[in-house]
């Protein structure tokens, strides 16, 4: 079974900068991809970036030349956050999506019902004003 662990998170004053990481294991497929989402209290969640198994990146436009994603051969996905916001703020969350679902670009993502793809249990980003 993959599964799916972030490290990382705190809280961070605005302006500045951290950087998460996703470790997924198990994942067989050839295609696949590991995104990021985010959620703030009484908020839907968002999608806020992905990378294929190619390299091939998605980006929200919120956060768009602010955060970029990246993986090593291991599987290991990064998320440098950076010029943060107190909008940033929320629960991130990291998940993959194997197959189809692979070549999903990150808003599409976000609209698929929890169900399909592994999810890990999310790391806590505070960005204070």
Do not use: H
């Amino acid at each position: 079974q993959v599964q799916v662990t972030e490290f990382g998170g705190g809280s961070i004053q605005a302006g500045g900068s951290t950087i998460l990481s996703c470790a997924a294991s198990g994942i067989t497929a050839s295609r696949y991809c590991l995104a990021w989402f985010r959620q703030a209290p009484g908020k839907e969640r968002e999608g806020v970036a992905s990378i294929d198994q190619d390299g091939g990146t998605s980006y929200a436009d919120s956060v768009k030349g602010r955060f970029t994603i990246s993986q090593d051969n291991a599987k290991t996905v990064y998320l440098s956050l950076n010029s943060l916001k107190p909008d940033d703020t929320g629960m991130y969350t990291c998940a993959a999506f194997m197959n189809y679902f692979s070549d999903y670009d990150i808003s599409l993502l976000a609209t698929l019902p929890p169900t399909i793809g592994s999810w890990g249990q999310g790391t806590q980003v505070s960005v204070s004003s």
